[in-house]
């Protein structure tokens, strides 16, 4: 069956490290997303893709970075971990051409100690 | 700033009874709309889009849309404990980007 898997699905790091976030997705869709989820705050949008080699600032970038070198993965990179990112990590699919449903992966929960 | 508001609850009904969630956007021109469903420690799950104004129902789900007064429900009739979740509204804010609200959670008792 078609799927998005994340990795890994917990994570503690330490400030200042550099940390990748894996988002795998098997549907074959055109958009891909990444959404942070605080309490108080929803789901903000960090990153998204609408294709291969296209990549799109959200509501809360700074601090992040994605890349997409192929339909199925759009790995999120911290490049310098900070505790305010300490957060759940969520990524998302749709396929495009005017379907906006998303679908979500089951999340990743990072802490930055 | 486009933005999706949700009462944050919790909207308490006991089981059986229908349970009516609502939202509201700012954003005149948005076209399409979905509620989600999310159970506590997982994932936001599609339950409902919507995207002419009216009603449509799927199984024990009515979504509602009144484009005019910017202003999305869903209906859950038959409330089960089952259903006891933070129901998140989702608007489309762009080419393909959704707007949540924070959700609403909805406890049903036995």
């Known amino acids: 069956d078609a799927e998005i898997t994340q990795s890994p699905r917990h994570k503690i790091t330490e400030t200042g490290r550099q940390v990748t976030l894996a988002c795998h997705q098997t549907?074959?869709?055109?958009?891909m997303f990444w959404y942070r989820q605080d309490l108080g705050h929803g789901l903000r949008l960090i990153h998204y893709?609408?294709?291969?080699?296209?990549?799109n600032k959200g509501e809360v970038s700074d601090g992040y970075s994605v890349s997409r070198s192929n339909t199925e993965d759009l790995p999120l990179t911290l490049e310098s971990a900070a505790s305010s990112q300490t957060s759940v990590y969520f990524c998302?699919?749709?396929?495009?051409?005017?379907?906006?449903?998303?679908?979500f992966g089951p999340g990743t929960r990072l802490t930055v100690t | 700033q486009k933005e999706v508001e949700q009462n944050s609850g919790p909207l308490s009904v006991p089981e059986g009874a229908i349970a009516s969630l609502n939202c509201t956007y700012s954003?005149?021109?948005?076209?399409?709309f979905f509620w989600y469903r999310q159970y506590s420690g997982k994932s936001p799950e599609l339950i409902m889009s919507?995207?002419?104004?009216g009603d449509k129902e799927d199984g024990r789900f009515t979504a509602q849309l009144n484009k005019a007064s910017q202003y999305v429900s869903l209906l859950i009739r038959d409330s089960q404990p089952s259903d006891s979740a933070t129901y998140l509204c989702a608007v489309n804010s762009g080419y393909s980007t959704l707007t949540f609200g924070k959700g609403t959670m909805l406890l049903v008792s036995p």
């Open positions: 893709s609408y294709g291969v080699q296209d990549t």
């Open positions: 998302a699919s749709s396929p495009g051409t005017g379907i906006n449903e998303q679908y």
């Open positions: 954003d005149r021109g948005s076209q399409s």
């Open positions: 919507i995207y002419s104004n």
């Open positions: 549907w074959n869709h055109n958009n």
